[in-house]
């Protein structure tokens, strides 16, 4: 482990009677390496780094009498790569740092980072914290860390509140020698960000310290919340007079209006409250380039309308609005209680960047993902999207600092809650890593959640069980990177794969039974913790309706493409399989559209502009109102949004689970029978006690159903969605 003077969350200070200098001038600064072995013996433990030439044996750390080893080394500021060389316990002597989770590079091999913080800048440390957000109470205690800057000179503090920033208030802030006390009382509504800066007496200015927190009623929580996608371009047209100049791009991969006023109109509307939405992932905002790309069939153009090619590391688009415009949109959300999400892209760029010019090192010249010898997931980290986007070279430290800092100044610069990582598998695993880390640093001091979503694609092997063939990697790809250190969770595309299609149609052994089984699946197979999101649709997927009513076309992406269903048949389909999704532990994505049912192929097909009540049919005004019932359903049950879940009975066309505990209980009901049916669920005691009542609360005065005889009867439907609760 490498204790750097306050740089990590598990740093500490070390000072020194005053700033020593390396030739040149540069500071050198205390960084405390830090090693427990995992038993007793007589080892021996030397620090090979980047400061001392990887040298065997020129820091050797001494066991400070509780069989932990140490050495205090002054080094400059900055990142240094680093492994252990331990002797003596009989295993391969070099290891990384088994405590320190931030990764570095040297001649191209993975190492343990050291972060040494410019000691001659001060620090603002926070020492505990009590958040009160029914209350809208803050109590926090700070601590002043001199470092080498001298004492405290003066310090500042700042609320940000609906986009307006003031000083705390008479009081709010009193300091003590060293020691700095927040108080906080009657905190309107909404996201506050506080901001704490200390000044020493050389004038050095510590990096500002930012402490989000919340005031509101009720305790938010990722686990349990509802994720609504936007395809901005392509949601309303708040404000025709940005809307993007056409391309040449083919039909259905031009820009189309859609931007950000019109997202905060579906906000301040209701529209989106009224769908039970708890957060909001947008697709990624920053500059993209005018003019369209190849497509990867190498026939078809396509313009950057989805903002997956970023031409600037800062700043928003002016088709979607500019930086005005999404700051409108953050502050109509936390006004009410709704995050927003960051759709973050470091896996490449657009050649257009100016970092490709300015440093080409950090872009090599990589083979194109999908073309012969070539493949998407052999070659996953070595390969670019296309020729135009440029693959970032994360073993690159310089390329690595920088990209890591321009999505953390995204987040603060617009006050997000989370953030959504773009190709996770493209890139190594230090650059979730690292970027977990950071963003975990920098926005989580004050205990607030920064929620950190992964998009890893993988599949699922029907033919093995979830611990054998394919589904080893397709689990295994999606775990590596969820944990304290990585991704607070991902895309669940096995189970989308194994279970959210079986919907759609009527195969047999692909019945409730099969869902069930998957889903009780990706319960084991993820990490523990982990906010795993499930969906039935997203911009990478053919549209559900189009899978259930026309598989023959749904994959088509130009020509032949589906078209909006007759019948009620895929509606109904697409109901049950979302009263099973918004059952489900986790964090539930719902795609733009899919609420209503919107039909559509492959990209750009499944990416047609979302539509308002007044453009849908009569079958997708009931599909939107009875999807709508479900999705409220699940914000006002809190047993609906729980980690417990029982089968109770999983049968080729029907489902019932047990979600939640006690008062809170829910049975949830799917049945994708074409007929009637009344079902008979066994229900143990340690579920619900004899006489237990249950009524359904999506049907308003429906009639109690009891536990009797350790069973309760449910009546179901055709295509049909109850839940019960208590």
């Not at 409250?273 to 190498?298: S, Y």
Request: include cysteine.
């Amino acid at each position: 482990m490498l204790l750097a003077a306050g740089v990590c969350a598990c740093a500490r200070a070390t000072t020194v009677p005053t700033p020593d200098t390396a030739d040149g001038g540069s500071a050198l600064c205390p960084a405390e390496v830090t090693y427990r072995p995992p038993a007793p013996g007589g080892l021996r433990v030397f620090a090979e780094g980047a400061w001392n030439g990887f040298a065997p044996e020129a820091d050797e750390l001494r066991d400070d009498g509780t069989g932990t080893f140490r050495k205090v080394l002054q080094i400059p500021p900055g990142e240094h790569a680093y492994r252990f060389r331990v002797v003596g316990d009989g295993q391969a002597p070099r290891r990384l740092d088994p405590e320190n989770p931030w990764r570095a590079t040297y001649d191209g091999a993975e190492m343990s980072g050291l972060r040494v913080a410019d000691c001659r800048r001060p620090a603002v440390t926070v020492l505990s914290r009590e958040v009160n957000g029914a209350a809208g109470r803050v109590r926090m205690q700070l601590r002043y860390d001199a470092r080498q800057a001298g004492g405290l000179a003066s310090v500042s503090a700042k609320v940000r509140h609906g986009g307006v920033e003031r000083p705390p208030g008479e009081g709010a802030l009193v300091v003590d020698g060293n020691m700095l006390s927040l108080s906080l009382d009657g905190l309107p509504r909404g996201k506050h960000v506080v901001t704490v800066t200390a000044t020493a007496s050389s004038g050095a200015a510590s990096e500002p310290l930012l402490l989000p927190v919340w005031s509101e009623a009720s305790p938010f929580s990722w686990d349990g919340a509802l994720l609504y996608m936007v395809v901005t371009d392509r949601y309303r047209n708040g404000d025709p007079s940005n809307d993007g100049a056409a391309t040449d791009a083919s039909p259905g991969a031009g820009w189309h209006g859609g931007d950000l006023d019109g997202v905060r109109a579906s906000i301040e509307d209701g529209t989106l409250e009224a769908l039970g939405v708890d957060a909001l992932w947008l697709t990624p905002f920053l500059p993209n380039p005018d003019g369209t790309g190849i497509a990867a069939d190498a026939v078809h153009r396509v313009s950057a309308y989805h903002g997956y090619w970023p031409m600037q590391p800062s700043g928003v688009d002016a088709r979607l609005g500019g930086p005005g415009a999404m700051r409108r949109l953050v502050e109509a959300a936390h006004a009410r209680g709704i995050r927003v999400m960051l759709d973050a892209v470091a896996n490449h760029v657009h050649e257009s960047h100016p970092y490709v010019s300015a440093h080409p090192e950090w872009f090599p010249q990589l083979c194109t993902c999908g073309t012969p010898g070539c493949d998407w997931t052999a070659q996953r980290t070595t390969c670019r999207f296309r020729p135009y986007l440029p693959d970032v070279d994360w073993a690159n430290g310089a390329a690595r600092a920088r990209f890591v800092e321009d999505v953390l100044a995204q987040v603060e610069a617009f006050d997000l809650d989370g953030v959504r990582l773009d190709a996770v598998k493209h890139m190594p695993d230090l650059a979730v890593r690292n970027l977990s880390v950071r963003l975990r640093e920098r926005f989580e001091q004050a205990g607030t959640k920064l929620f950190l979503l992964g998009e890893t694609l993988m599949g699922w092997d029907p033919n093995a069980g979830p611990d054998e063939g394919g589904n080893v990697d397709n689990y295994g790809v999606i775990s590596r990177y969820v944990g304290p250190n990585d991704l607070d969770g991902q895309f669940d595309f096995p189970l989308y794969f194994a279970a959210s299609l079986a919907f759609t149609g009527d195969g047999a052994g692909r019945g409730m039974a099969h869902v069930d089984y998957w889903t009780r699946a990706s319960f084991e197979r993820f990490p523990a913790g982990s906010v795993m999101a499930p969906f039935l649709g997203s911009h990478d997927m053919a549209r559900f309706v189009s899978l259930a009513s026309d598989p023959g076309r749904a994959n088509n992406a130009w020509d032949f493409l589906p078209q909006r269903p007759a019948d009620a048949a895929p509606y109904d389909r697409m109901y049950v399989a979302s009263g099973w999704l918004f059952a489900l532990p986790g964090m539930p994505l719902l795609y733009m559209g899919d609420e209503y049912g919107d039909y559509g192929g492959a990209d750009p097909d499944n990416r047609k502009p979302w539509r308002p009540r007044a453009a849908l049919s009569a079958l997708e005004l009931r599909q939107l109102d009875r999807v709508s019932a479900l999705a409220r359903a699940r914000r006002t049950l809190p047993g609906l949004r729980s980690r417990a879940w029982r089968t109770l009975l999983a049968t080729e066309d029907s489902l019932v689970v047990a979600r939640g505990e006690g008062s809170d209980q829910v049975l949830a009901v799917v049945h994708r029978g074409t007929a009637a049916a009344t079902l008979s669920v066994q229900v143990p005691p340690e579920v619900a006690a004899e006489g237990t009542a249950y009524v359904d609360a999506l049907v308003t005065g429906s009639g109690p159903v009891k536990v009797s005889g350790g069973a309760v009867k449910v009546d179901v439907p055709p295509w049909s969605v109850r839940y019960l609760r208590r």
